[in-house]
T-cell receptor
């Protein structure tokens, strides 16, 4: 059974700092890994999707990397802003699970002005 | 944003009563999913559908049933609500399945409280 773990569970940083969120998964047989953002009381918004054949994806100040063999991914946020405050969720799509996603519990990020 | 709506957005009900949550999409996507989100557990898949009248169980399906009679609507029913089903419920859709570029789009959620 796939298990996804995110560390840390919560993170508080001053504005402008670069930061890294971590995600690990137990079964490396995946189609892709996705990072989502969730604002309080809202649904999930897809940030980045890394296919299993890729090493990283970038969108603006966000960069996500994938090391499939070691079961790890990182989300790098450059020059953090208060508007980045949210919960960040990592999810993997397993090769034998169709399109079903297995989620981590998320990292709650607070960026202080 | 993907055209996904959930209704109701908030509901308070009593133990033992039936509850139906609705997910409606305007994207004509084939695949639809119901998740619940709870502290300490993240999002967990309840049921999913890969087409009209084609549904299957997820990891936490006990106490829930689903129906999909039209592409655009996916209903989640709690036959007899229990306090352990107090949660936030999310619907998601995707166009393809088992494809490396596949991503899911989520609705705004329904907050259900069972007293």
């Amino acid at each position: 059974k796939q298990e996804v773990t995110q560390i840390p569970a919560a993170l508080s940083v001053p504005e402008g700092e670069n930061l890294v969120l971590n995600c690990s998964f137990t079964d490396s047989a995946i189609y892709n890994l996705q990072w989502f953002r969730q604002d309080p009381g809202k649904g999930l918004t897809s940030l980045l999707l890394i296919q299993s054949s890729q090493r990283e994806q970038t969108s603006g100040r966000l960069n996500a990397s994938l090391d499939k063999s070691s079961g790890r991914s990182t989300l790098y946020i450059a020059a953090s802003q208060p508007g980045d405050s949210a919960t960040y969720l990592c999810a993997v799509m397993g090769e034998t699970s169709g399109s079903r996603l297995t989620f981590g519990e998320g990292t709650q990020l607070t960026v202080n002005p | 944003d993907a055209g996904i709506t959930q209704s109701p957005r908030h509901k308070v009900t009593e133990t033992g009563t039936p509850v139906t949550l609705r997910c409606h999409q305007t994207e004509n996507h084939r695949y639809m999913y119901w998740y619940r989100q709870d502290p300490g557990h993240g999002l967990r898949l309840i049921h999913y559908s890969y087409g009209v009248k084609d549904t299957d169980k997820g990891e936490v399906s006990d106490g829930y049933s689903v129906s999909r009679s039209k592409t655009e609507d996916f209903l989640l029913t709690l036959e007899s609500a229990t306090s352990s089903q107090t949660s936030v419920y999310f619907c998601a859709i995707t166009k393809l399945a088992g494809v490396s570029t596949d991503t899911q789009y989520f609705g705004p959620g329904t907050r259900l409280t069972v007293l």
